[in-house]
């Protein structure tokens, strides 16, 4: 598909994505929108499955006609399928007239059968007739009636497992599988992270008309090797917690930890590769990441012949460094948690003046080291930030001296 064709596309569903998975699935909808097949849209909590039946609705030709979702799990299994099919007047207690089901409502246009995992045996024997035939009976009825029904069906079940455990019709899923969506997990297209940040954060703040600065980069970094159990859902919820809740502030990682009860670790620190990244991607995390570990030994060096001995400066991923300059200022100062105090110089290294003459500088700086590592309960990174030295030269120093 060409690039315009699938801008234009996903601007109209509203799904968010540049990863090859998310346009592998905008590709989808515009091969199947067309046709009136059955669609099974797969996927865990969250991953956007409403999303992509809202679109295969809104590309077919039946999108002036009525959509209808039903959710599955929200109806109780007793009155489910008098829902969907409609009853006539005196088939049960209450029905005091007659009336119409969702699949008659949804007549010439599409029904999006939500959680359909949960549909009780009983009603899934009913629903196979109506793919099979478009006839069905009204709860209490006598004749069947007809219909021209699209379904689109989802589940964040695993409907194969659920036939494993006789929940699901082994007939139906086959029925229902031939053409399967599989939404994918959010840390599956870790890469879309930061511009689903950033549309969920700018959407919100501007809806809200609430003063947004934007997330640091190690922030982002960081929500992007997060593993969002609740996926988009739980990202785009915690992007809008986190505006209203740190208003006016630039959100910084150690915010963000703190709120999804993580811990901070440094962008620059070996990071483990996470699994679930390509090989590709993780090697070219791995190159970057020895780059910058190069940057900083060539920036001690400077620091060395210049006689210097500043903290060296950090440097973030292009692709982090592109989405800053869209969303936030660039700020030196993001990695201070504000509970704990700053960081400060020690004070009192001690050169007893009595001992002027004796002590080699070497010794001082060993002592120094030590000290202001305990003090910051040997935490590298705050202890060479106090040091003013880079944490490469604090993790020499400390081999050196066999802290
Ligand atoms: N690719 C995306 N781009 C932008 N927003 C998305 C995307 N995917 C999901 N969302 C948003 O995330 C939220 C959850 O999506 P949706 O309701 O479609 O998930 P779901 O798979 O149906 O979840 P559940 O199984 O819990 O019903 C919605 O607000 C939706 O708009
Ligand atoms: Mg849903």
Known sequence: MDENRLNKLQQS?????????????????????AADITVLIAGESGTGKELIADAIHKQSRRKHQPFVKVNCGAIPAGILESELFGHVKGSFTGAIEDRKGYFETANNGTIFL??????PMETQVKLLRVLESGEFLPVGGSHGKKVDVRIIAASNKDLAEEIEREKFRKDLYYRLKTITITAPALRHH???????IE?????????NNIPFKGFSPSAIHLMENYRWPG?????KNF???MIVLEKGEVINSARVARRLGVEKRPVSSNLPVRVSKSVDQAERELILQQVLLMRRDIADIKDALSGKSAGVLLDLPPKTRELQKIIAPPIRD???IESEPEPEAVQDYTVNPNKLGEVSLAEVERELIEKTLKKFHHKKRQTANALKISERTLYRKIKEYGL
């Open 199 to 207: 549309h969920f954060a700018l959407d919100f703040a501007n809806r």
């Open 114 to 119: 939500d959680e359909i995992g949960e549909m």
């Open 231 to 235: 996926n988009i859902r739980e990202l």
């Open 334 to 336: 993001e990695e201070t």
């Open 239 to 241: 992007v809008e917690s």
């Open 190 to 196: 870790s890469e879309d992270i930061p511009l689903l």
């Open 13 to 33: 569903f509203g799904i968010i994505g540049e990863s090859e998975k998310i346009k592998e699935i905008i590709e989808t909808i515009d091969q199947v929108a």
